[in-house]
Each structure stands twice: as C-alpha cells, then as structure tokens.
C-alpha cells in the first residue's frame, strides 16, 4: 500500500504548494484540489505530468491519502460535509491554529495550552485514520529545506495510530526530508506554531535528525 496509495494534496496556498511541489520533485504522483478548481490546474501545469487536478469531492473519493493544506476551521468544514467520503481515509494535517494579530503577526485561535491535533483528531470520522504532519516548518523552508545532502532537515510527526505511522514516513521521506515522531497526538502541540519543536517556535529553524533527537528529548 505504501508504495502505490494515492496522495492528493487540498489546498493551493503556500503549504499546499510546497507539500505538492516536493512529493513531485520524489517521484510521486499526487492530486492536487482546491475549491478554486483553476488553482488546482495551474498548479498541475506548472508541476507536469505527476501531478493531477481535481475538484475536492473528486480528490477525496479518489486519493488514500489526504493532506488537507487548509486553515484549522476549514479542515472542520471538510470533515463535516464529507464525512462519508472519508471512510477508510489516512488524513495528514499540517494546519497549525493561528490567524493574523493586529501587530503584522500571529496568534493562536484556540487556547494557549491546546493543540490543533488533539481537537481535530476528536473530530476524524471514526472510520479513517489521522496523523499531524508535513507543518512543523513554515512555508518557504518547507520548499527551501527539502532535499538536502548530506544530512535531511526532519519533518515530525505525531500519531496516535501507530498503523499509518510507516505511510507517514514515506510520504515525508518522499517529501525530501526526514521524518521523525514525537509520540501521538498529545504531543502534537509541540510541532505546532509556537511549540518547542516547531520552526516558530523555540526551535527556530530546520534541523538534521540529529539535532531534532537531541531537542526532542530536553
């Protein structure tokens, strides 16, 4: 399954885009949907003939594998209307809660000591599978830091499912970093915006594998 599932990537925004254009660049196929279909095309167009557009709907019923490239609150809106669709579905999140603050920042949208991972995972249809991943760097070094030689920058993960943790890494190693979990979603909050092991957070910037072991363990 690993080898040959289907990964649409929902959302053309910065993440969206890097996460896209990075699984290509590895070799693998990927959808790409967003409610803007001509997003999704011009995307597709830009990235060749590994790359694929669809509407959202389409993608859904189509892909194994969802990364959903959205803000916090729209991966709620997905879960709702297609809640059917997403029967037997591994789900990526890489959202992390914050919007603009009137200070030309950003700010957290829930509560300082809660996590995106943890709240969306309450809220996953019970029929498919959810991981938090592919969003503990920001957007420009999530396209700047992919495939560096000799050593990888690390992407963390966290996941409570243990059984989709050997496909997340695939999808991340494909994505030309190294993966590496941090434990399952309880610990999600610390490979979010402002979390220890988040780029905007005390971490500060991309890391080798094993630097990331050196900080996951302070």
Known sequence: MIQKSKVAVIGIGNIGIAVATNLVKGGRAV???DRKIEKAKNLAEKLGDLAQPMEIGEAIKEADILVLAVWF????????QYAAELAGKIIVDPS?????DEKGGFKKII?????????LS???????KFAKALGSLGAASLAGAAFQSPEKSVLFYASDDTSVNEIVEKLIKDSGFEPL???GLDQSIRIEVFGDLHEFGAIGKPVTLA???EKINQ
């Open 122 to 128: 309450t809220l996953v249809p019970e029929v498919a």
């Open 211 to 213: 630097e990331a072991k």
């Open 96 to 100: 992390n809660p914050i919007a603009p």
């Open 181 to 183: 979990r941090v434990g």
């Open 111 to 119: 509560g300082e000591k809660e996590s995106s991972g943890e709240i």
């Open 73 to 80: 609150d729209g991966i709620k809106e997905l879960f709702h």
């Open 31 to 33: 959808i790409v949907a």
